[in-house]
């Protein structure tokens, strides 16, 4: 992945998308934004204690240096589930700059141009898919739940069946998130996850590996392992570029990974 930097605002892009071309994506961070008081920075989330007209002067900000439409943005009430919404135009600024029947939905798929899909995070991890030959993209957010109920998988599947993609094709971007350094789960964790993406915790419980359970859905999607660019960036580690809802709680704003077919 690379940075791109505006004034003080910082983006993350994967270089494979970037290179293929036909869309504009990118991770945001949390410096260079208008939001103050309990909430400070880029942040894009309306569900948190911010003030509703600063963050949509953030996604004015975003839209523009990323160079996108903002009034077509498709946001989603995410709830932590696998449910994956196949957007077309008349979804077009639902969540943004109109009101929204997208409700407990964790993923956004689709096939036309110009809709910018949205998913924000907090430490859970962003998932971009782009099929350069099918044209088609999605934005996930998969949080541990959503993780637990292959959310990631879900989504190449549905990209199969509802545009023809195959799955060689596909080019995944995985975003800051909580890394196995700081995802601390109970002794339940053999109850949810997998023994091989769990790490004994001495001071109990386990770590869970997020990043190699979604990428191991991907390959036994057939994903191909040379498509898969995970950024590797802990958002605990990095609380200061990243909202961290595990650091800094109610202060907390979300970040967005953000896609757009061209
Ligand atoms: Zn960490």
């Given at each position: 992945?690379?940075?791109?930097?505006?004034?003080?605002r910082?983006y993350?892009?994967?270089v494979?998308?970037?290179?293929?071309?036909g869309?504009?994506?990118?991770?945001?961070?949390?410096?260079?934004g208008?939001?103050t008081?309990?909430?400070?920075g880029?942040?894009?989330?309306?569900?948190?204690?911010?003030?509703?007209?600063?963050v949509?002067?953030n996604?004015?900000?975003?839209?523009e240096?990323?160079?996108?439409?903002?009034e077509?943005?498709?946001?989603?009430?995410?709830t932590?589930?696998?449910?994956?919404r196949?957007?077309t135009?008349?979804?077009?600024?639902k969540g943004?700059v109109?009101e929204?029947?997208i409700?407990?939905?964790?993923?956004?798929?689709?096939e036309?141009?110009?809709?910018?899909?949205?998913?924000?995070t907090?430490?859970?991890?962003?998932?971009l898919l782009?099929?350069?030959r099918?044209?088609?993209?999605?934005?996930?957010?998969?949080?541990w739940?959503?993780?637990?109920?292959?959310?990631?998988g879900k989504a190449?599947r549905?990209?199969?069946?509802?545009f023809?993609?195959?799955?060689?094709?596909i080019l995944?971007?995985?975003?800051p998130?909580?890394g196995?350094c700081h995802?601390?789960?109970?002794?339940?964790?053999?109850e949810?996850?997998?023994?091989e993406?769990?790490k004994?915790?001495?001071a109990?419980?386990y770590w869970?590996?997020l990043?190699?359970?979604?990428?191991?859905?991907?390959?036994?999607?057939?994903i191909?392992?040379?498509h898969?660019d995970?950024?590797?960036i802990?958002?605990?580690c990095?609380?200061?570029?990243?909202?961290?809802?595990?650091?800094?709680?109610?202060?907390?704003g979300?970040q967005a990974?953000?896609?757009?077919?061209?």
């Amino acid at each position: 992945m690379e940075w791109l930097k505006h004034d003080e605002r910082l983006y993350l892009q994967s270089v494979p998308m970037t290179e293929c071309g036909g869309i504009v994506h990118g991770f945001t961070c949390k410096s260079g934004g208008v939001s103050t008081g309990k909430i400070t920075g880029l942040n894009l989330g309306f569900r948190v204690e911010d003030d509703p007209a600063s963050v949509l002067e953030n996604y004015r900000l975003v839209a523009e240096d990323l160079g996108f439409p903002m009034e077509s943005a498709v946001l989603a009430r995410q709830t932590h589930t696998d449910n994956i919404r196949l957007v077309t135009k008349a979804d077009a600024g639902k969540g943004l700059v109109r009101e929204s029947d997208i409700f407990d939905t964790d993923g956004l798929m689709t096939e036309e141009k110009g809709i910018p899909l949205v998913v924000f995070t907090a430490d859970c991890v962003p998932i971009l898919l782009y099929d350069p030959r099918h044209p088609a993209v999605a934005a996930i957010h998969a949080g541990w739940r959503g993780t637990e109920q292959k959310i990631g998988g879900k989504a190449v599947r549905m990209m199969q069946e509802r545009f023809g993609s195959k799955p060689e094709d596909i080019l995944v971007a995985i975003g800051p998130s909580i890394g196995l350094c700081h995802f601390a789960f109970g002794e339940d964790a053999p109850e949810h996850f997998s023994m091989e993406f769990c790490k004994p915790n001495p001071a109990g419980g386990y770590w869970v590996d997020l990043w190699a359970m979604n990428k191991k859905q991907l390959l036994s999607q057939g994903i191909l392992e040379e498509h898969i660019d995970i950024a590797e960036i802990c958002t605990v580690c990095h609380e200061d570029v990243f909202y961290s809802y595990r650091t800094h709680r109610e202060h907390t704003g979300r970040q967005a990974a953000i896609i757009i077919l061209k």
